[in-house]
């Protein structure tokens, strides 16, 4: 679900979010050509005239060359309008509440235009999509995106500091969680890096809840996209590291009013052992709650 592009309670991992239409499994993050270029030609000793000159007569850009390689997508996606498009589109861009991660980069990750999303939607060969419908799935993707990045910073804000502090924060269970998070320091605000769209590949965790489906009712269908998202870990007196969250988009069963409702599963892949420890802390943290008898104690004190 997630697109950018970068110009100048239930379970802890699965956060209900309403919105009507649910969007087709997207491409991912688009980095404005402008910005690449510019760092770029900071880097190369040679500019891209000069290379071009050098080229052999024979020389064919592959397919790849010509993709970004934070997202896989081109470095020029176009805001004109399509051959086949009937429908006026916005070109307006709205700016995302998350932080860009590049070094000497400042701002926020910017979120593609209706008719760039479009233009998008049939490079992927999704060429049946509805064009009255792309202004609500730009709408939905942005609002999905904005809770996948605000639970990818509840969990820094538990365990940036360590996992002592985090476990001193899991304890206390997920019941009222929401109404316990805070903003994070600035200092110590998570940075989105790059993320990939990875919908054909299911993760562990999802393929697990699909075995069980086999012996269990009501199992839930298989996430309909996934994206790895890494960010930069800023804690106090601790160098910025990288990190990689997994996400998996479901969708549920409409409410009663008819609206689609989307379940994101957010959490930090299992690439070290330090990851491995968080995710268990916050599951046994909020069992341990529960089953402690926390909560009645709680209630009974207020």
């Not at 050509?33 to 190369?44: G, V």
């Not at 419908?133 to 993707?141: G, L, R, S, T």
Request: net charge negative; glycine share 6%; charged share 25%.
């Amino acid at each position: 679900m997630g697109w950018f592009w970068a110009d100048s309670q239930q379970c802890p991992e699965h956060r209900p979010a309403r919105r009507a239409h649910a969007p087709q499994p997207s491409p991912t993050i688009e980095v404005s050509y402008e910005t690449l270029t510019s760092r770029t030609e900071k880097s190369c000793p040679y500019s891209g005239s000069d290379a071009a000159s050098k080229r052999p007569a024979s020389f064919t850009e592959s397919p790849a060359a010509r993709l970004n390689p934070l997202n896989h997508m081109p470095f020029d996606l176009s805001q004109s309008r399509a051959e086949s498009q009937t429908v006026y589109l916005p070109v307006d861009r709205s700016v995302s509440s998350i932080p860009k991660g590049h070094e000497g980069e400042g701002g926020n990750w910017v979120y593609p235009s209706p008719q760039q999303m479009y233009n998008a939607l049939l490079r992927k060969g999704y060429t049946d999509t509805p064009q009255d419908a792309i202004e609500e799935m730009v709408a939905v993707h942005n609002f999905l995106n904005e809770g996948a990045w605000a639970e990818i910073v509840d969990w820094e804000r538990r365990f940036n500091k360590g996992l002592s502090q985090g476990w001193r924060e899991s304890q206390r269970g997920e019941v009222d969680a929401q109404s316990r998070r805070q903003n994070v320091d600035d200092g110590c605000q998570p940075r989105l890096l790059r993320f990939e769209g990875r919908p054909k590949d299911l993760t562990p965790k999802a393929m697990a809840v699909q075995l069980l489906g086999l012996v269990l009712p009501n199992a839930s269908d298989p996430p309909f996209d996934r994206h790895d998202w890494y960010i930069q870990r800023r804690g106090p007196e601790r160098a910025p590291q990288e990190i990689r969250y997994v996400i998996d988009y479901y969708s549920g069963s409409p409410d009663p009013d008819g609206e689609d409702i989307f379940y994101l599963d957010v959490r930090p892949a299992v690439d070290s052992p330090r990851a491995a420890a968080e995710r268990l802390l916050r599951w046994s943290g909020d069992i341990w709650y529960r089953a402690s008898g926390a909560a009645a104690r709680e209630n009974k004190v207020s």
